[in-house]
C-alpha cells in the first residue's frame, strides 16, 4: 500500500472519529432531550460513514478486494437513523404531555 | 401473470442487489440465490404494501441523492459548530409546523427522513390529516425562510420523482 492511499484511510478514520466524538459531546452537553438527538442523527451518522469508507478502501487499495459490506451498513444507517430519531422524539413528547395534565 | 410473481419489480431488483453485495462476491450462485430470495420476499410482504410506489427518473433521483449528501456532510460541521463553540442554553431551538404539498405516503416518509438528516432540522410528528409536518429545529433565526427552504429543496423534487 503507498503511503498516499495510507495518508487518505489515516485521515478519513480520524475525521470519521471526530465526528463521532462532536456527536457524543453533543449528547452530553445540549440543554434539552429534543436538542440532543441532533448530535448523534446527524454527526454521528456522518463520522461512522467516514470510517466504513475507510474500511472500504483499506479493503481495495491494500487486499485488492472489492467489499460492499461497508456500502451496505452505511445504506441501512441513513435508512434507519430517521425512524430511531422519529421514536425518541415521540416518546419525548408523549411524556411532556402525560406530566403536564 | 408478471404483476402475481412480482407486485413491486423495482423493490425485488433492490433485494437482488443487496443479496449479492451481503455475499460480496458476484457468481452466478449468488445472483441465482438473491433472485429467489427477492421473489420469495418481495411475495410475502406484498400484502404491507397495498399500492405500488412509482419512482420515476433516475436521473432526479440521482440528483436529490446527490443534494441530501451533500446536506448531511454541511449539517454535521453546522451541528459540530453549534455543540463546541456555543452555549446551548442561547441557542434558538423551536418548533415549525411544515404545510405538506405531498400526497403519497412514500413522499412524506422520504421528506421526514431526509429532513432529519439534514441542516439543524429533526422531523418529529406528521398530523393526523397528513398534511403538516411537525419539525424541529436546533437552531433558527427565520422560521419562515427554515419552512420555505425544505419545500423548495426536498419536497418538491420528491414529489417530481413519487408521483
Known amino acids: 500500500m503507498s503511503v498516499f492511499s495510507e495518508l487518505l484511510i489515516s485521515a478519513l478514520l480520524l ?7 462532536v456527536g457524543s459531546l453533543g449528547l452530553a452537553r445540549l440543554a434539552d432531550p429534543l436538542q440532543r438527538l441532533h448530535g448523534p442523527t446527524k454527526a454521528t451518522t456522518l463520522g461512522i460513514s467516514a470510517i466504513l469508507v475507510a474500511s472500504m478502501l483499506y479493503q481495495y487499495l491494500g487486499h485488492g478486494k ?18 430511531s430519531a422519529h ?7 408523549h411524556i411532556r404531555r402525560v406530566e403536564r395534565d | ?14 433485494l437482488v442487489v443487496v443479496w ?42 440521482a440528483e436529490y441523492l446527490g443534494v441530501v449528501l451533500y ?3 454541511v449539517s454535521s460541521l453546522q451541528v459540530a459548530y453549534l455543540v463546541l463553540f456555543r452555549n446551548p442554553h442561547t441557542l434558538r431551538s ?24 439534514t441542516p439543524g432540522t429533526l422531523s418529529v410528528d406528521v398530523s393526523e390529516d397528513m398534511r403538516s409536518l411537525s419539525v424541529h429545529c436546533l437552531d433558527v433565526a427565520d422560521p ?20
Open chain 2, 94 to 117: 423551536q418548533f415549525i409546523t411544515v404545510p405538506l404539498d405531498a400526497r403519497t405516503p412514500e413522499a412524506i416518509v422520504a421528506l421526514a427522513g431526509t429532513i432529519t438528516l
Open chain 2, 71 to 73: 446536506d448531511i456532510v
Open chain 2, 1 to 14: 401473470m408478471i404483476e402475481r410473481i412480482l407486485p413491486h419489480p423495482v423493490l425485488a431488483a433492490v
Open chain 2, 20 to 61: 449479492i453485495m451481503l455475499v460480496n462476491a458476484l457468481t452466478p450462485g449468488s445472483v441465482v440465490m438473491g433472485i429467489i430470495v427477492a421473489t420469495v420476499v418481495s411475495k410475502l410482504t406484498s400484502i404491507y404494501w397495498p399500492e405500488r410506489a412509482k419512482i420515476g427518473r433516475p436521473l432526479l433521483v
Open chain 2, 144 to 163: 419562515a425562510a427554515a419552512i420555505g427552504d425544505i419545500k423548495q429543496r426536498y419536497e418538491q423534487r420528491l414529489m417530481r420523482i413519487l408521483t
Open chain 1, 15 to 21: 475525521i470519521g472519529a471526530a465526528f463521532m466524538l
Open chain 1, 87 to 93: 421514536l425518541l422524539a415521540k416518546a419525548y413528547l
Open chain 1, 66 to 83: 472489492l467489499s460492499f459490506h461497508e456500502f451496505l451498513i452505511v445504506f441501512f444507517l441513513f435508512i434507519t437513523a430517521p425512524i
